[in-house]
């Protein structure tokens, strides 16, 4: 199994009730891109949050490149590879938004030298290079409250690339991007990823996207995955297109 | 220990009663600031100012109709007109004329307008009694001593520190928490408090519930300063101390909470009054230390409550 | 704006200079312009991440009587500003370890009560501090060399105007790199810095142990020009008159604290002359027609003019 990047075995988590991780198996391949689908309250964004060292789970583990991460912190989780974008997008508001930018390519290497701008200045040519390659140029020096919610999904995708991550997570990264722009944005985004060999593990609604862009897709459903396989398989499935795409398309 | 109890039983029977007594003043300075900061989120550093020109107009008013033949026994309700008026008159002036203006404003912005504000009242204050100090206590001397008894001894006590400012305090508190909990103006504040862009979705009108909270809140600062009156000379300062004691309980006890604030007068004025009598080096110091170690254990506050952040 | 800081820094120094030329008096006043400024830029530090601290004057009060105590041990200006820089960056580093665990009014009350402690202990231990009388600081060595009044007093105003551009370019450099953006960052999405891999909490430590220093040394200055210090540096209206000069200033670029400690001390000592009993009333009101109607303080107001200019 030398060709997993991301083991999870056995993951629950419950809120008071509800269990929003009921036994979730999934492994992630190294290099594929995995969209994880299902309706609103399944368990998506709690599985990138234990992944991610933001909640842990009650009981099973995680793996990454085969050493255990459940438990540690984001911070560390970050360090060793895997960064993440968010549903809402987290951006520093005052910031311009190469400033966002140029914080994630700086944090790579550690903040600590206040003398950075004079002995790598590197880094802002980096960030620049990357706003370029997301078509956020033209809004390079707008402060990242002022712009609209699709370029704040972009940058804040943007961000989490900056940090050169193995493996990347993404919460719903094309809702709030404007329907006319939203193939054009992931097919970026896919380019940019398959540059950098980027794995990536993405939650979608847009089942256009997913079966253009997913290696593979997992069906969540109740805090388990009910489906997994490759998409023409998997959204082709009766029972999958009954409890999960007929909501999406009603949604 | 025993041989302790001998030697100082009576000093810490006197030290618990006074406790008791500054911990009722202590509350109601506090509860207020804390309501105010609930409902409005300002931090209002005046609120001290307000304790002292509240404590002041009560201490005039007072001598001003002892010397027209005001009957001793009026003196109480008295401090509690004085302190009413001096809320009723500041409170809507202040809440409309300067922090309607800054609602919006950042928070460091807040602060330090009701900063301005305290550096002009503590002016205000010294121009109009100046800096003799100024005692009316008829009201503490009407209702006498009374003997505790403690042990086999008797600690004499004045009536009015062991009965009025404690059973106000706790008046108040049984007040307001009925109020807020029970009545349509209490659970109206109670929801701006908690989510107020939601109480403004539903119609509720959130600048008469600001002006009604802080009129209130400045009510209850001037009544802690009217009632602290005759148990002491009124010196410029006293604004300054009451205002620092009084982030100590909000910040001890949890913001916008009202027991929280009782349990953490209790603790602060007990622990005070206990340095006073034995370790009186450490009398301003203990409430940041019991500031510090209840913080050190619950970062909220006593009965805060923990802000989670969606991600 | 940011290009022409420099040059308005010179400018403004220039000003200082020939006033502290043309009246002796000025020139004191100045010094201690200069010393509160550098104190503020760590208000400042504190501002960018969203911090508000209540309590800084803790430092100046830790610097000046590092002095005070020392002097007559240690006796040279140079040796003393050292230590007190660092002793107030040890201090800070302590109690930074602690307090940077909270945000917002829990932060800002923190650095309250340890600033209270500081003054209660310097208030109380008179064996040592000789309580509020304080202490006298007597004309010391600078470098080796014995100095009289004037000469004196003069290469203080130099090293507290050299310091203030010393570190003024510092801390712009430290405010423009990725430690400094991550620091802004604390402000409006603490929890995104951990999920970049950046501690958050250290990196508000980090600004924290530089705004004691910054304390430490603005505090020294204070005690080698006012040559007499008391507690009340440490009291908690102090740390309230370094917000507000930082808010008077301008949150803008770092040489905001200097032209509002410059303002704040002229107006101050004007208004103490013409009205001694309200000078705190006149400060005050000033304090608020700058938040209501000048908001970016005197920095803002500077920035508009430039651009005006520039059109």
Redesign the interface.
């Known amino acids: 199994m030398s060709d997993v990047l991301l083991q999870a075995t056995g993951l629950r988590l419950a809120f008071g009730g509800v269990k929003a991780a009921d036994g979730i198996d999934l492994g992630v391949m190294k290099g594929e891109f995995l969209a994880i689908i299902g309706p609103n309250g399944a368990g998506k964004t709690t599985f990138i949050?234990m992944s991610?060292g933001?909640l842990r789970p009650n009981a099973g583990e995680i793996t990454y490149e085969g050493s255990r991460i459940t438990g540690l912190?984001?911070?560390a989780i970050?360090?060793r590879g895997i960064?993440?974008s968010?549903?809402?997008p987290?951006?520093?508001?005052?910031?311009t938004v190469e400033?966002n930018i140029?914080?994630?390519v700086?944090?790579?290497d550690g903040?600590?030298?206040?003398?950075?701008?004079?002995l790598r200045p590197g880094?802002r040519d980096e960030a620049r290079d990357l706003l370029d390659r997301f078509g956020l140029s033209a809004i390079a020096h707008a402060r990242a409250d002022a712009l609209n919610e699709g370029a704040r999904k972009l940058a804040d995708i943007a961000?989490a690339v900056a940090?050169k991550p193995r493996l990347l997570l993404m919460d719903e990264p094309t809702s709030g991007v404007a329907a006319s722009e939203k193939m054009g944005v992931v097919e970026t985004l896919a380019r940019v990823l398959r540059d950098a060999q980027v794995t990536a593990v993405f939650v979608e609604h847009d089942m256009d996207v997913v079966e253009r862009f997913a290696d593979r897709v997992a069906v969540w459903s109740q805090g388990r995955i009910a489906a997994l396989g490759p998409p023409q398989q998997v959204l082709s499935d009766p029972a999958v297109q009954r409890d999960v795409i007929g909501i999406e398309r009603h949604a | 220990m025993a041989e302790w109890f001998q030697d100082n039983g009576l000093l810490l029977g006197l030290a618990l009663l006074d406790g008791l007594s500054s911990a009722g003043l202590i509350f109601l300075v506090a509860v207020g600031l804390n309501l105010v900061f609930g409902v409005l989120r300002i931090i209002n550093v005046a609120h001290g100012s307000l304790y002292a020109i509240g404590a002041y107009s009560a201490a005039s008013i007072g001598i001003f109709l002892s010397g027209r033949g005001l009957p001793d026994w009026a003196s109480i309700p008295t401090l509690i007109l004085s302190a009413a008026l001096v809320g009723a008159i500041l409170g809507p002036i202040i809440e409309r004329l300067l922090l309607r203006r800054i609602y919006a404003q950042e928070e460091v912005v807040q602060l330090l307008v009701t900063f301005a504000l305290f550096m002009i009242l503590e002016d205000v204050q010294k121009l109009l009694w100046g800096v003799q100090p100024i005692h009316h206590d008829t009201a503490m001397r009407w209702l006498g001593t009374i003997d505790v008894p403690f042990g086999a001894d008797f600690i004499p006590f004045t009536n009015y520190q062991l009965f009025v400012l404690p059973g106000i305090a706790i008046v108040t508190l049984v007040g307001l928490a009925w109020f807020l909990r029970r009545t349509l103006t209490g659970r109206v504040i109670v929801a701006v408090t908690t989510d107020r862009e939601a109480a403004t979705a539903m119609g509720i009108d959130a600048a008469k519930v600001f002006l009604l909270t802080f009129t209130f809140g400045a009510m209850l600062a001037a009544l802690g300063g009217a009632l602290s009156s005759p148990t002491a000379a009124l010196v410029p300062g006293i604004g300054a101390q009451t205002i620092v004691l009084s982030f100590a309980v909000v910040a001890t006890a949890g913001l916008g909470q009202i027991e929280g604030a009782a349990l953490t007068s209790l603790m602060m004025g007990l622990g005070r009054s206990i340095a006073v009598y034995f370790e009186p080096e450490l009398e301003v110091v203990v409430p940041y230390i019991i500031m510090v170690l209840v913080l050190l254990v619950r970062p909220q506050g006593l009965f805060g409550v923990i802000e989670t952040r969606r991600v | 704006m940011r290009k022409i800081e420099p040059f308005l820094a010179l400018l403004l120094a220039a000003a200082m200079i020939t006033a502290a030329v043309t009246a002796p008096w000025l020139r004191f006043v100045l010094t201690i312009a200069l010393a509160k400024g550098i104190a503020v830029i760590g208000i400042l530090l504190l501002l960018r991440a969203g911090q508000v601290s209540f309590g800084h004057a803790l430092y100046i009060a830790f610097g000046a009587y590092t002095v005070a105590f020392l002097a007559p041990r240690y006796g040279d200006a140079v040796v003393l500003l050292l230590l007190a820089a660092v002793g107030a960056g040890l201090l800070g580093l302590v109690i930074g370890l602690f307090v940077t665990r909270y945000r917002q009014i829990f932060f800002g009350m923190l650095n309250l009560a340890m600033s209270m402690v500081f003054y209660s202990l310097l208030e109380k231990l008179y064996h040592y501090t000789k309580g509020s009388d304080g202490i006298r600081v007597e004309i010391m060595p600078i470098a080796g060399q014995t100095l009289d009044r004037v000469a004196y007093e003069w290469w203080i105003f130099g090293i507290a105007m050299g310091l203030a551009f010393v570190l003024g370019f510092l801390i712009r450099l430290y405010l423009s790199s990725p430690m400094g953006e991550a620091l802004a960052g604390i402000k409006t999405r603490e929890t995104r810095l951990e999920f970049m891999g950046v501690p958050a909490r250290g990196v508000l430590l980090a600004a924290y142990v530089m705004s004691a220093m910054l304390g430490g040394i603005g505090g020294a200055i204070i005690a080698m020009t006012s040559r007499h210090v008391t507690p009340l540096l440490s009291y908690w209206t102090s740390s309230g008159e370094l917000v507000f000069i930082a808010i008077l200033g301008g949150a803008g670029g770092v040489l905001g604290p200097f032209l509002g400690a410059a303002a704040y001390e002229l107006v101050r000592i004007y208004a103490a002359a013409s009205f001694a009993d309200a000078w705190q009333m006149i400060l005050g009101a000033v304090l608020l027609l700058v938040i209501l109607f000048a908001p970016g303080g005197l920095w803002g107001m500077a920035a508009r003019v430039m651009k005006g200019r520039a059109q």
């Open positions: 949050n991610t933001y912190s984001p911070r970050v360090k960064a993440r968010f549903q809402l987290q951006l520093f508001a005052e910031h400033q140029a914080l994630a700086a944090s790579r903040i600590w030298s206040p003398l950075t701008p004079l880094y961000m940090l």
